[in-house]
């Protein structure tokens, strides 16, 4: 129990770093500028035809292949140093142990990809707070957008995909973006921590850019089927099809890869040397 409560405070003091670090500021600042431009168009189309909107746009809009590769690679970018080691590493390691200092750092990952994923729902939400309808359908905006010409008469660049539409109801593709999202960043940071522990300081945010951009060559030259092995499609719900790619599959593959690399990163201090490194 004490440990535990040891690998907390060490996740929340990797959170107390976000204040003096530019690289979070300009990371959120990014996104947020990005996000609400992307969905802005939407508010003049709800102007003039005066239907509300509904709270389920982040399901559609994480699914796009090109905001969802700026997403993770935002994410990639965030926790780049995993696994955070600064000059007070040495002497706090040396206090708490290595396994629970890893635990704390696993653990701050794991609620710093939480927090980094509903950050990016709630911006898909509060340029609408005026003019919201909490209801359980996806709402006749998300539906005339889905099935019109509406959004690309209104310059929005967000694909409505049918697979989610008729797939899911709102509160399920809401509930496994959030899910998916969340696991896929948490692997992201995971990799980083191992790769750039027992390889090297490059290693972690080389791999995980080839992770996320590996989904254009999927999507441009090679059989779609492949989108079923790699966790960027793994955790994108247009491209479910129902039968051999459903989230039980998704959700399976990603839970193996997440405890897989969990139980490597917390074998991988052993022996390691833990000095402090520098930030990005």
Known sequence: MAEGRIACRLAARNFCKWAGNPRFAFVLGFLAVTVVSSVLPIRAFLRDTG???????????????????????CAAFLLCDAPFLDESAPYVIVRAGRGVWAAGQVLYIL??????????????????????????????????LALTDAAGAYGLSITFYQSVLYGFTPPAAMGL????NWMMVSLLGLVMFVLNLCVGR????????????????????????????FPASLSNIAYFNGSDFTPQYAAGVLAGMLALLLAAALLSVRGKNLSARRSI
């Open 177 to 180: 973006s959030l899910l998916f």
């Open 111 to 144: 609620l710093a990809a939480a927090v980094f994923v509903l950050y990016l729902a709630a911006l898909t939400v509060l340029p609408f707070l005026d003019r919201l309808e909490w209801t359980q359908s996806w709402g006749k905006a998300i539906g005339t």
């Open 202 to 229: 490059s290693a972690g945010a080389i791999a995980c850019c080839g992770l996320v951009m590996f989904n254009y060559f999927i999507n441009n030259f090679l059989n779609p089927r492949l989108y079923r092995y």
């Open 51 to 73: 239907v509300p909107m509904a709270p389920w746009l982040f399901p559609f809009w994480c699914t796009d292949l090109y905001k969802q590769a700026t997403m993770l690679l």
